[in-house]
C-alpha cells in the first residue's frame, strides 16, 4: 500500500498523502532544477501527487522507490512543462507573423483573410480542427493524432480533404 502521512500538523483533518515532506522537497528540487517557474511548482508537486494516487485507483502496484518515481515523474513534468512553452511561444510568433502581413499590399491580404475565414467557417468540424490545429498551432500530424484520439491517416485524410475544400473555395472565389 502507499505509504501515508497525517496532516494534524497543518491543522487540518486528517488527511491521506501520498508524498511524505522529504519526498515532497525533492519534487520540487527536481521540478526546479527543470527549469520549472517558482510560481508553477506546487502545481508540479500536486500533478505528482495525483499521478501516485490514480496509479493507486487504478489497483497497480505501488512503486518500490516512491522516491524515485516521484522524481522521475517530476522530471518528465519539467521536460512536458517546456515543450508547452516552445509551442506556445511558436504560436505566439505565428500569430504575430499573421497581424504582420509579409506583402503589406492591404487590400488584397484583407480580401484574401477574409475569404480563408469564411472557408474555414464552411467546413466541416472535424476537418476545420485539424486545419487549423496543423496550420495554425504549428502542431504535426502525429501530435495532432494524439491530442484527438485518432489514427495518423485519419488526420492526414481530413487534411488533406480540408486543404482541397479550401483551396477549391478560394479559387472559386477568384482570391488565389
Do not use: C, Y
Not at 518515481?69 to 505566439?92: I, P, T, Y
Not at 469564411?118 to 501530435?143: I, K, M, N, T
Not at 484520439?149 to 485519419?154: K, R, V
Amino acid at each position: 500500500m502507499l505509504r501515508r502521512k497525517t496532516r494534524r500538523d497543518q491543522g487540518g483533518d486528517a488527511q491521506d498523502d501520498p508524498l511524505d515532506a522529504a519526498q515532497e522537497r525533492r519534487v520540487r528540487a527536481v521540478l526546479a532544477l527543470g527549469g520549472v517557474p517558482q510560481a508553477d511548482l506546487l502545481d508540479g508537486v500536486q500533478q505528482v501527487r495525483l499521478r501516485l494516487l490514480e496509479r493507486a485507483a487504478s489497483g497497480r502496484e505501488a512503486p518500490r522507490d516512491v522516491s524515485a518515481w516521484a522524481a522521475v515523474v517530476a522530471s518528465n513534468l519539467a521536460m512536458d512543462w517546456h515543450r508547452a512553452k516552445r509551442r506556445q511561444e511558436r504560436l505566439g510568433e505565428r500569430l504575430a507573423a499573421l497581424r504582420q502581413p509579409a506583402h503589406p499590399s492591404g487590400e488584397d491580404t484583407s480580401v484574401l483573410s477574409v475569404a480563408v475565414a469564411q472557408g474555414l467557417d464552411e467546413l466541416p468540424d472535424a476537418q476545420r480542427q485539424v486545419l487549423v490545429l496543423r496550420f495554425f498551432a504549428d502542431l504535426p500530424v502525429r501530435g495532432i493524432a494524439e491530442e484527438l484520439g485518432i489514427p495518423e491517416g485519419t488526420v492526414k485524410s481530413r487534411l488533406h480533404t480540408a486543404v482541397r475544400a479550401l483551396r477549391a473555395r478560394l479559387h472559386e472565389d477568384e482570391v488565389v
